[in-house]
């Protein structure tokens, strides 16, 4: 069973910056794919970003293209998204997500994106203000 825990949402200003975070444990599999995905309410999910565990390979949408990035700490099972130069748009509840059993394919970043991903954090909200 996968657990994610994510934490480092917050509050802050148009450019600023965040760090996301995700701890996952039981993603043992040798193929699986790791994304972040955000969501307002009563909007569609999208996927931000995706790492492909096998290699390590990234992937973004173009929302994000340049001022987001996912990486990983292999050794403390901890997943994180670097957000730079945020604007108000980018505020949503942002989730840590794990499929199993596949590596990432390019459909998995973009508006609805996320269908096919079977492990799910609880959510942190970032909140970007004008």
């Known amino acids: 069973q996968v657990h994610l825990t994510e934490s480092g949402g917050g509050s802050v200003p148009a450019g600023g910056s965040l760090q996301l975070s995700c701890t996952v444990s039981g993603a043992d599999d040798e193929r699986h794919c790791l994304g972040w995905f955000r969501q307002i309410q009563g909007s569609k999910r999208e996927g931000v970003a995706t790492?492909?565990?096998?290699?390590?390979?990234?992937n973004y949408p173009p929302s994000v293209q340049g001022r987001f990035s996912i990486s990983r700490d292999k050794a403390k099972g901890i997943l994180y998204l670097q957000m730079n130069g945020l604007k108000p748009e980018d505020t949503a509840m942002y989730y840590c997500?794990?499929?199993?059993?596949?590596?990432?394919?390019?459909?998995?970043?973009?508006?609805?994106?996320?269908?096919?991903?079977?492990?799910w954090g609880q959510g942190t909200q970032v909140s970007v203000s004008s």
């Open positions: 790492l492909n565990h096998a290699d390590g390979k990234t």
């Open positions: 997500a794990v499929r199993d059993q596949f590596s990432c394919f390019y459909w998995n970043v973009g508006v609805g994106a996320g269908a096919d991903f079977n492990y």
